[in-house]
């Protein structure tokens, strides 16, 4: 017999009953009958229930040992009383009996308990992660994890894909987030930069002639922390496909996250292909490029601003005037509403840093509100009107220029929902966002700029950059979209170096530093580039979703706190003199911030 196992702890049967076996792992909880000591024996696999009598050999040893220790028991599998089954066991109609107990490593006082399901801090979690994730929900969440990545390979190199693996060390990049930088001890005075994407990599492999990539990807931004995205690295998977269009990408991709999604939940996907929503219906509908369509139609967001020009309302009317538009939020059956929730959506408003919400309730006995007072009837029924609504409905109301309305607008459609208990949870809605803008006017710096990808084509090629508006000029850009997460973006590649440099003209920027920053790029689009796209789903996102966790920490093995540190292991951490001397930099610290007398 094996040292240490004849089975796992999650393999025994019935019919395995007389069977003498062996058994390694951890002591997950000890439970004292008297005259009989069970212990649930805990590895990789599952449990099993363990139990010696007292006196019988290895009683002492099991007494002794505390949770966590790990042992090795060899005994006799005897099936169980029927009163004793546990059904909710896949091992719950049998238990070992414990001949000889070995321990193979004792434990002294947990910083943290493994059974049960309490909450602990978050550093109490990360500093003692191998900890954490013995826990029954957690090492679920991980090996799913696992189990959807391979699927997702398993899928795209059904699909044609193939996978191939792009440098870690690479030139820092002039766009986007801030880089990692790694110094060079070769090249004094220089440095690498952790790649934010292997964008330009992928990229050059359709340049190199091959015709459908994937990757994996690590990704590494010096970012700020979100619940969704961790302040360090992240994981995606990186596609890359030569001689498509837009709907090429959309038709790769969409049975793989189908495909993934019913593989790994029960809930309802959606079915292919998936609505395609430009980008300004999807600002003026759901205020948002990441629109949750599990809300109900009737929630869609309304543009009522010519009822409210040169009206009665004063305070809209005058923002109008000066250029602002006004959305209107429906709210199906809110009319029942205390007035408390009135009150709660203007106060939730106002910590938006908005000056409130105004609302129209129509109730049985007619249209009411601080609104309704000063709007004259035929505006108000033209509102409800353009908006369907009906008696026993209300409707709020965000009045701003328009990214600030559709961003107020956006919000509380998500929260009036949300309060209403009118989303339809438990299914994944995707959906795809396209025809984003080119360009877009920065206020502040009074002058056109990429509102996106800067090396997207341009939908018209040249000929719009010519002789368009350059912000009325759409880019072959698109998001993939599912229950308000935004899962990748992506684009058709810009592929002409004439068309690029063109681009970033309107953008005001010089031929000369072009060239320079993206010499690598153009260089390589100078000697025959197909059309070529592609679109990086991330990962951690997918298994954030499919495992109904709102927290990044929660399906990543080894995650960074908020501030971007590794309590585990300890990082960042100060270099020794002798590395910085190798590496030819020294560290120059902050100045301490003086105290206020």
């Not at 219906?281 to 205020?287: E, H, T, V």
């Not at 803008?437 to 996106?452: A, N, Q, R």
Request: hydrophobic share 40%.
């Amino acid at each position: 017999m094996h040292a240490y196992r004849s089975h796992t702890c999650g393999e025994l049967r019935r019919e395995h009953e007389n069977e003498t076996v062996r058994l390694s792992g951890w002591v997950h909880r000890k439970r004292d009958h008297g005259n009989l000591l069970f212990v649930d024996l805990r590895d990789h696999y599952g449990l099993t229930q363990c139990v010696v009598e007292t006196g019988e050999a290895g009683f002492a040893e099991l007494d002794g040992a505390r949770s966590e220790s790990v042992i090795t028991v060899t005994g006799r599998v005897v099936a169980r009383d029927a009163e004793a089954i546990n059904p909710d066991l896949p091992t719950g109609e049998i238990e070992v009996r414990i001949e000889r107990i070995d321990v193979q490593n004792a434990t002294g006082d947990l910083p943290m308990p493994v059974f049960g399901d309490q909450e602990y801090p978050e550093d109490i979690r990360l500093t003692y992660r191998f900890l954490d994730l013995r826990r029954q929900r957690m090492h679920r969440n991980i090996t799913m994890r696992a189990k959807i990545i391979a699927d997702i390979r398993r899928r795209m190199t059904e699909g044609g894909f193939m996978e191939f693996q792009t440098p870690i060390l690479t030139a820092s990049s002039p766009e986007g987030a801030r880089d990692f930088l790694v110094p060079s001890r070769m090249h004094p005075g220089k440095f690498y930069a952790l790649p934010q994407a292997p964008q330009q990599f992928k990229q050059l492999l359709m340049i190199s002639g091959f015709d459908r990539y994937f990757q994996i990807a690590p990704c590494f931004r010096d970012e700020d922390a979100r619940a969704d995205r961790s302040p360090g690295e992240f994981y995606q998977l990186d596609i890359e496909m030569s001689f498509v269009e837009q709907e090429d990408v959309f038709q790769a991709i969409e049975p793989v996250l189908t495909g993934t999604f019913e593989a790994f939940s029960d809930w309802p996907v959606t079915t292919k292909p998936f609505p395609r929503i430009p980008f300004a219906d999807a600002m003026l509908k759901y205020g948002t490029d990441k629109p949750d369509l599990r809300l109900p139609e009737a929630m869609d967001i309304c543009d009522v601003t010519e009822s409210f020009r040169d009206s009665g309302f004063g305070l809209f009317a005058k923002s109008v005037a000066n250029g602002a538009v006004v959305r209107a939020i429906p709210a199906p059956g809110a009319a029942s509403q205390p007035r408390r929730f009135y009150d709660q959506m203007n106060d939730w408003a106002r910590a938006e840093g908005a000056g409130g919400l105004g609302y129209i309730i129509f109730g049985e006995d007619g249209p009411r509100g601080p609104i309704a007072k000063n709007l004259d009837d035929d505006r108000v029924a033209q509102i409800k009107s353009d908006c369907g609504l009906s008696d026993g409905d209300a409707v709020f109301f965000a009045c701003n220029k328009a990214a600030g309305a559709a961003n107020l607008a956006g919000k509380a459609r998500v929260r009036v929902g949300d309060q209403l208990e009118l989303l339809e949870r438990e299914q994944f809605k995707f959906c795809w966002i396209v025809d984003f803008p080119m360009y877009e006017w920065d206020e502040d710096e009074k002058k056109v700029e990429f509102s996106h990808n800067p090396f997207s084509m341009p939908q018209g090629g040249m000929e719009a950059l010519e002789t368009m508006d350059p912000l009325q000029i759409k880019a072959y850009q698109y998001d993939v979209v599912c229950n308000g997460v935004e899962l990748s973006s992506g684009a058709i590649r810009n592929h002409r170096p004439d068309i690029m440099l063109k681009a970033f003209e309107i953008a005001g920027y010089e031929a000369e530093q072009v060239e320079k920053d993206f010499s690598g790029m153009l260089n390589a689009l100078r000697y025959g580039a197909p059309p070529h796209g592609g679109i990086a789903p991330g990962v951690d996102r997918i298994v954030m979703l499919i495992l109904d966790e709102p927290n990044l920490r929660e399906i990543v093995a080894f995650p960074m706190n908020q501030q971007a540190e590794d309590l585990l292991m300890g990082a960042p951490a100060e270099a020794t003199p002798r590395q910085l001397r190798e590496l030819h930099i020294r560290t120059v610290l902050p100045e301490p911030e003086k105290k206020q007398v």
